[in-house]
Structures are given as structure tokens and as C-alpha cells.
């Protein structure tokens, strides 16, 4: 029986991790949610063939893969889009066809080898919506080449483009967005773990969820107060 780890937090994840391992039944699946639980002890004693990572937002040490085959699912063409908060980079710049990269975690973020890419359409829903059909992309489709064939990386090619990690303050709507915009910026920050979108008014602050575009005009649910920004 070969073993395999995959590291993940995000909910839509978990559940199909769960339908992973039903359908590899004959294989053995080791479920690590926790940043403290992924130590080279836990991995030397599970001896994996390879762990994946569809979504962990923690640096990976180097002990880890260069012990192990690490394999990141990072939702970009690179090396276009290397970095953090790949979804809200690319709608922020109006890019809704990208490419899940399969990649061996190296010492460069985002930098290693690829194994294969798949094409993800993101010119519609949230960010949960767009971050579950990438998870069911990466277990329906990408891990189960890792188990079933000989996957070989090869080396990106062309002129890397750096993503920034962004920060809550970046969630304001910024002035002079078209209807189009908005709708981006609301829903890209509508999603489990993001500081949604907001505006101020005078002394108020108001967030949006639930964006919808309809001849051109945006429409959403408005939240008035209760959180922090």
C-alpha cells in the first residue's frame, strides 16, 4: 500500500479529501490541517510518496522537501503569477482564464518545476465558489495523474510576474472602478477566511457580499457595521 499526505485547512478541501479516499480505497491518505502537525517526525513516519498542498498558506521548511516530494496546486499560469493571493491578483487585474499549476515545492516561492497545469474559469461566482471548483479540479483530476501515472517536472519557462500577498486594508473598494471592477472586488474577498469588501461612508463602514451583475449595474447584500476594518 503506497501512502500519500495532503495538507490543507480550506472546508471544500477536507470534503474531498474524504471522496479521495474513497474512491483510492486501495491507497492510504493522511488528512494534516494543522500548521504545527507538518514536522518532518510526522512525515518520516508516515513515509509518503508524495504530500500535496491544494491550499496551505504557511512557508514549507526546506527539511520537508528536500526529504519528501512536496507537490503545490497554485492557482496560477506560471510563471505568470508567482506569490501570494493568486485569485484576488488575477480578477483584480481582470484575468478570469488561468491555469492550476502543479509544481515541486523547491527553495523559491513558486519557482520550482512543473508537473502539468489545468485550465480553471474564474469570470464567475466568489471566491468560495471559484476556490471549489479548483479543489474539485485538484482531486478529481491532478492528484489522481500522481497515483495513477509517472509524472516527470520540467523547469518554467519565461519571464516570472510576482504576485504580493495582500493585506486586509487592501479589501476598500478603491474610487473609480467600473460596474465590471466591483463586481470583481466584491466577490473575489466573498470567502471563507477574507476580509470582505468594503466602502466608508462618513463614519461608517460598509461591507458587500453576495455580488451579482446585471446589465451592467451591481447589485449586493450590504452588512452595515460589525466588523473591523
Known amino acids: 500500500m503506497r501512502h500519500y499526505v495532503i495538507a490543507t485547512v480550506k472546508s471544500w478541501n477536507i470534503e474531498n479529501f474524504k471522496k479521495l479516499k474513497e474512491r483510492f480505497a486501495e491507497e492510504s491518505f493522511v488528512l494534516i490541517d494543522r500548521k504545527e502537525d507538518l514536522t518532518y517526525e510526522r512525515l518520516q513516519e508516515i513515509r509518503p510518496e508524495y504530500v500535496f498542498f491544494p491550499h496551505w498558506s504557511w512557508i514549507i521548511p526546506q527539511k520537508l522537501f528536500d526529504s519528501f516530494n512536496c507537490v503545490v496546486f497554485h492557482m ?9 493571493s493568486p485569485l484576488q491578483n488575477l480578477l483584480v487585474r481582470g484575468i478570469y482564464d488561468t491555469k492550476i ?3 515541486k515545492v523547491t527553495a523559491g516561492l513558486d519557482a520550482g518545476p512543473v ?8 469570470s464567475a461566482g466568489n471566491a468560495d465558489d471559484i476556490l471549489r471548483r479548483a479543489s474539485d479540479i485538484v482531486f478529481d483530476r491532478m492528484i489522481p495523474r500522481f497515483l495513477q501515472e509517472k509524472v516527470e517536472a520540467c523547469a518554467q519557462t519565461g519571464e516570472p510576474v510576482i504576485f504580493q500577498r495582500r493585506t486586509p486594508d487592501q479589501s476598500e473598494i478603491p474610487p473609480g472602478l467600473s460596474p465590471r471592477q466591483t463586481y470583481d472586488y466584491i466577490r473575489m474577498l466573498d470567502g471563507e477566511g477574507y476580509p470582505p469588501a468594503y466602502q466608508r461612508y462618513a463614519d461608517k463602514i460598509v461591507y458587500y457580499r453576495n455580488a451579482r451583475l446585471e446589465d451592467n449595474v451591481v447589485y449586493a447584500d450590504a452588512q452595515f457595521g460589525g466588523m473591523d476594518a
Open 115 to 122: 508537473y502539468f497545469k489545468e485550465p480553471l474559469d474564474m
Open 76 to 84: 496560477a499560469d506560471l510563471p505568470f503569477g508567482r506569490g501570494g
Open 101 to 103: 499549476s502543479a509544481i
